[in-house]
């Protein structure tokens, strides 16, 4: 809550704590101190950066938390100290890049995309559209997906590995612990991606056969993800392709929606969900994971209000609320 002025100008200057935490990614400053605590000397060596600038943005990630500094005995003097940086427990783990929790493909489009239609929030409001056509072009009258990137399979990757990121941090725990899900046989992963969820799924009911399906383009970069990371196999979970708009799906006991209910227009919303109901078996149910908005009547939470907005701007589609989500009848929804 802005309280006061300092509060104020933090909001103001919240652009520049994220264009620091994206540098620090750009220049692998998370990467390199993992190996252990370097000197701003040092890493200017390695990264090929201004000595005095470095030395900022270093202290600028001390204060945002994400790094921290100690004073060593310097190499090269017994007299003298040096200031080292240490990377700490929370960055390891969210922000070096081969760490299987890295957040770095969710960085890196946010500074592809995120970045470029925030400056269109202004337009964002006052025509309650997506602003795709203003940031990159596009006919802001279609979908974002399908439109931006089907023309080039490059940033289709760059979604497809930042979704990735996300499920794995914030939908594969709430997938396998939230819910008893081990009386449903088969589910269908609907836009699972790279199968991330279905994966998670596989481990906590390996009885279960899961089915991941999307759009051909998602399904054939997909394969190549999972190519490189033999460990994610499972002989239970399958990849199918197709569109879930013009297609039957697979016929299924269980069926999951993470991370895409807030993708789709309302009326093509309504297909889809038309589309799982007539593919569940008789007692099957719809597993959503998703961001909810609360009730409008109540402070909401913060990430959860700015995630709207860049739905908003993306998509032109409205977050759902938890009341607000159509369903069709005998579906049982799982929240």
């Known amino acids: 809550m802005a309280s006061n002025a300092v509060d104020i100008f933090h909001h103001i200057h919240g652009y520049v704590t ?3 935490l994206i540098t620090a990614c ?29 030395q900022q943005l270093l202290n600028a990630l001390v204060a945002m938390g994400y790094i921290a500094k100690k004073e060593h005995k310097s190499a090269s003097r017994r007299d003298k100290s040096e200031v080292r940086f240490h990377i700490n427990e929370t960055s390891e783990k969210y ?17 592809r995309t995120m970045f470029p239609l925030a400056r269109n929030l202004s337009h964002a409001v006052r025509e309650g559209r997506p602003q795709m056509e203003r940031a990159f072009g596009n006919d802001s009258s279609k979908m974002f997906l399908p439109d931006l990137l089907a023309s080039n399979p490059d940033e289709w ?5 930042a979704m990735h990121a996300y499920r794995k941090n914030f939908h594969c725990d709430a997938a396998t612990q939230l819910f008893d899900l081990s009386s449903y046989r088969c589910a269908c992963d609907l836009g699972g991606g790279t199968g991330v969820v279905s994966f998670a799924l596989s481990d906590a009911y390996p009885a279960m056969k899961i089915i991941v399906y999307d759009l051909p383009i998602v399904i054939d970069i997909a394969q190549q993800f999972l190519h490189q990371r033999s460990p994610y196999f499972k002989s239970n979970v399958s990849f199918q392709a197709g569109d879930p708009l013009q297609n039957n799906l697979p016929k299924a006991d269980l069926f999951v929606l ?3 209910i807030h993708i789709w227009p309302e009326d093509q ?15 099957g149910a719809l597993l959503i994971l998703e961001p909810v908005l609360g009730d409008n009547s109540e402070r909401g939470d913060s990430n ?3 995630f709207s907005l860049v739905v908003l701007m993306a998509f032109g589609s409205r977050q759902p609320l938890a009341d607000g989500i159509p369903r069709s009848p005998s579906t049982t929804p799982i929240w």
Do not use: W
């Not at 750009?26 to 470095?54: M, R, W």
């Not at 990757?157 to 590995?161: A, G, H, L, P, V």
């Not at 919303?269 to 007692?283: G, H, Q, R």
């Open 18 to 20: 994220t264009r620091a």
């Open 26 to 54: 750009n220049l692998k400053i998370f990467d390199l101190l993992k190996s252990g605590p370097q000197s701003v000397q040092e890493l200017c060596v390695t990264i090929n950066t201004d000595h005095y600038a470095t």
């Open 95 to 111: 922000l070096t890049s081969a760490s299987p929790h890295s957040m770095i493909p969710v960085v890196e489009l946010t500074e």
């Open 157 to 161: 990757q760059y979604f497809m590995m």
């Open 258 to 260: 993470s991370g895409s």
């Open 269 to 283: 919303l309504s297909i889809v969900l038309a589309k799982i109901y007539e593919a569940l078996s008789s007692d």
């Open 304 to 306: 959860l209000e700015m």
